[in-house]
């Protein structure tokens, strides 16, 4: 029997992280946002004031990036920066694991690098970006297992600025991996109806896009952006 089409706009992450965005455009993502109710935007720290202040008075919740998008800074600067982040407005959090330290076998470090930022969170939701274009299966699960064990909101495919974006198999793997308690968020070249149901049905339940509109609206997207 065929499944009822999601509300995609429900699961959807209305983001603009380029390093050229403009005011203008970081406030006409907030008016999509909030026309066609998605449950948040997604933007770089340093506009979180202005995208609150297009956000007033509407129920779309407001997300930054940390350590976006190489997660190589130290520790204490990704605490920071999700410290400040939050101060200016920010509702929920997406930081980036040092994946050069996993790929080395440091896990204490990469613990160590979660369990920090996740302190400063408190209740707020914790997504962490594992870019799993850079990663194997079992690097996969063993990142997902430490989330677990930190207790994060969300493990997130991708920053969408390396060499790939989400997988369907990426998503199963880590809905398999990171327990009951741990969603999934898949972002990087989700950018139609039919990927984004693909992601859905894999088991996100977050989906980051700069494609929001064409997803809601069934019409298609540019083949680049986020």
């Known amino acids: 029997m065929t499944q009822p089409e999601p509300d995609y706009a429900r699961y959807i992450d209305h983001t603009l992280l380029a390093a050229d965005a403009t005011e203008a455009q970081i406030c006409q993502l907030c008016d999509e946002a909030r026309e066609h109710q998605f449950y948040a935007v ?10 609150k202040n297009c956000l007033q008075g509407s129920n779309v919740q407001l997300c930054a990036v940390i350590g976006f998008p190489l997660g190589a800074t130290l520790t204490c600067v990704k605490a920071f920066e999700a410290k400040a982040a939050i101060a ?8 980036v694991i ?3 330290w996993l790929k080395s076998g440091n896990l204490a470090a990469v613990k160590a690098d979660i369990a920090a930022v996740r302190e ?3 209740p707020i939701p914790l ?5 799993t274009c850079l ?3 079992a690097q996969i699960v063993k990142i997902c297992e430490i989330c677990r064990d930190l207790q994060v909101a969300f493990v997130k495919t991708s920053t969408g600025f390396s060499r790939g974006g989400a997988r369907v198999e990426d998503v199963a793997l880590m809905k398999a991996s990171a327990g009951e308690k741990v969603a999934v968020k898949a ?21 980051g896009t700069s494609s929001g509109v064409a997803i809601v609206t069934g019409t298609s997207a540019a083949a680049t952006g986020y």
């Open 42 to 51: 997604c933007v770089n720290a340093g506009y979180v004031p202005l995208a």
């Open 88 to 95: 200016a407005g920010a509702q929920e959090i997406d930081m």
């Open 98 to 100: 040092n994946v050069g």
């Open 120 to 122: 400063v969170c408190g």
């Open 127 to 131: 997504k962490v970006i594992l870019e």
């Open 135 to 137: 990663l194997d299966e």
């Open 187 to 207: 972002s990087g070249a989700v950018r139609d109806r039919q990927t984004a149901r693909a992601m859905i049905d894999a088991g996100a339940t977050r989906i």
